[in-house]
């Protein structure tokens, strides 16, 4: 085992060393985690195609919601009729 690690890391091979670089690693690692967390769990790089096209079906369905209140007398739409005698009288 020790002389697979020293053929695939020589600068790794004293004791010093070894601990400097599982300490670097534990601290990448530590960062990753916290910033995972701070997005809700997810990576952005895996999901932002998702999440992009998510938000942009949600604000195309909130600004189509208020479409007809926003212009009521826009080209090829009626107007509302208002009510007449006979809905009164039912």
Known sequence: MSTLLQL??????SPGALL??????AASLLVILLVSHAHGG???LWSSPVRGRAT???ERSRRAAFLR??????R???RPRAPGLRS???
């Open 8 to 13: 695939a890391f020589p600068v790794l091979t």
């Open 42 to 44: 997810e990576l952005t």
């Open 20 to 25: 400097a670089f599982a300490s670097v690693l």
């Open 76 to 78: 090829g739409r009626r």
């Open 56 to 58: 942009a079906l949600r």
């Open 69 to 74: 209140l926003r212009d009521p007398d826009a």
């Open 88 to 90: 009164l009288a039912a």
